[in-house]
């Protein structure tokens, strides 16, 4: 039996692993994206003048749009399908990015303006991108592959700080913060027309087998997600996802926790993404260039334990047959373990604060498996709008969290407070997903009478 499995191993093409690493790469590329205004934020806020207040409104105006536009994207993405819509996303994300690098030749309040418009350009722009990662997952991966997967393109947020923070933080010391912007700018360009020319469905890509595509229909994956379709054959299809499917997801118990603890998983993100730098420059002394540097570090610890959360929670779905235990005990361990972010408040060694932080970011690297829960409970017919409900919900804190830490700031003049906020963030994810979430299936809509 066991040379029969491995003459049928040994048969089966490995394109899925291509497609979540295309997934990996596009993410990384996003992540580095938005972090582009926290690397250039200190000579940028010196710049233009602006205080912690202003910035933190700043920070915030990605999530303002993000949040919006996620229902609309995962329209388009259960209408049209991820590849097309996917690559469009990430061109016109790069786009304004590189616009925000002209920013710096307007006036100091037009500067401001501008710069706050493009940032909710970006956020429209991005906002299919995670719903069509987890609708690419579940139609390329079996179920006992889904959450390393969704952990290994997760990682990609992480990963982007270990790679682009350093790289960034030199541009903006050697050349200006402009040219930030204009450089990553140019690598999304160039990743989108990649993308447009290698990844496609299951059934539609040129390299896959019968025995890999037999292998991932059988073991769970909606192959049939991102096919062509004749739509006058199908209504649901032609017309895309109905209003009905909403309301049936946002009154079902087990996906309002899984938006809540999104909400609060992302808090600590957006930390990172904004004013994480800010912090290390302001609170600890570090220059712009040693900040990027030190920032790795945590973020590399949050790269591992992203990858790491996947593989432990697809072995414990093995060993157990119990997908509800696979999820949440990483995600409930993980989120415990990143309340040390609060230990950062009562030592004064850079070292012992970045080992605080790079714990706490282990641990959200490991908890981090939101976008596994979409891929194993979204509605095969609405997964696009599952998905965008589910990233509109846990980006609320892309708003609340640039602007809840500035006015903590201008407040205290420390960040003390604001790491117990993350902190405090962090348990609440824990308890959503102990108490409030239950079991974890896949959501059956109702047909609309």
């Known amino acids: 039996m066991s040379a029969v499995l491995s ?3 040994a048969k089966r093409s490995r394109v899925r692993l291509f497609i979540v690493t295309m997934l990996f790469l596009v993410t990384t590329v996003n992540y580095a ?10 000579a940028l806020s010196k710049e233009l003048h602006l205080d912690p207040v202003a910035m933190g409104w700043i920070f915030s105006a990605f999530g303002w749009s993000y949040v919006v536009a996620q229902v609309p994207g995962g329209w388009l993405l259960d209408r049209y399908g991820s590849r097309l819509v996917y690559a469009f996303s990430i061109i016109v994300w790069s786009l304004f990015t590189m616009m925000q690098g002209w920013v710096g030749f307007l006036g100091a309040g037009a500067a401001i303006v501008v710069l706050f418009a493009l940032r909710l350009l970006v956020g429209v722009a991005e906002a299919p991108s995670f719903p069509a990662n987890a609708r690419i997952v579940a139609a390329w991966f079996p179920g ?9 393109f997760n990682s990609g947020q992480y990963f982007a700080t270990v790679i682009f923070a350093p790289l ?9 913060w402009r040219y930030v912007f204009f450089a990553m700018g140019g690598l999304g360009i160039v990743m ?5 020319k290698t990844v496609y469905g299951p059934k539609e890509h040129p390299s896959i087998n019968e025995a890999e595509f037999d292998y991932i229909r059988d073991g769970g994956a909606l192959v049939d997600l991102d096919a062509p379709r004749d739509g006058l054959k199908n209504n649901q299809t032609a017309s895309g996802p109905q209003w009905d499917h909403i309301r049936q997801l946002l009154s079902n118990r087990m996906m309002l926790g899984v938006y809540l603890g999104q909400y609060c998983i992302n808090t600590l993100t957006y930390f990172f993404l904004t004013w994480f730098p800010v912090y290390l420059v ?15 570090l945590p973020a590399l610890c949050g790269f591992i334990g992203g990858v790491l959360g996947g593989i432990i929670s697809d072995a414990i779905l093995r060993g157990t047959g119990s997908l509800t235990m696979a999820r949440k005990i990483p995600i409930v361990g993980g989120m415990l373990l990143s309340m040390s972010i609060i230990g950062c408040n009562y030592v004064d060694g850079q070292a012992l604060v970045v080992g605080f932080m790079a714990l706490a970011f282990f641990g959200k690297g490991i908890g981090a498996l939101g976008w596994a829960v979409v891929s194993d409970t979204s509605p095969k017919e609405a997964g696009g709008v599952s998905g965008g409900l589910f990233n509109a919900f846990g980006n609320l804190s892309s708003i609340t969290t640039p602007i809840v830490i500035g006015y903590i700031v201008a407040w205290t003049g420390s960040f003390n407070g604001a790491l ?7 348990l609440v994810a824990a308890f959503a997903y102990l108490v409030v979430v239950g079991k974890i299936e896949r959501v059956v809509l109702k047909r609309s009478s």
């Open 420 to 426: 117990v906020f993350v902190g405090i963030n962090a």
């Open 7 to 9: 003459a049928t191993d």
């Open 33 to 42: 994206d938005r972090a582009t205004l926290s690397i250039a934020g200190p």
């Open 168 to 176: 960034m933080a030199w541009i903006a010391h050697d050349f200006g």
């Open 282 to 296: 302001k609170e600890r002394g570090l220059s712009i260039l040693q900040a990027g540097f030190v920032a790795t």
């Open 192 to 196: 989108g027309l990649v993308w447009i």
């Open 144 to 152: 006992n592959e889904r959450g390393t997967a969704s952990a290994f």
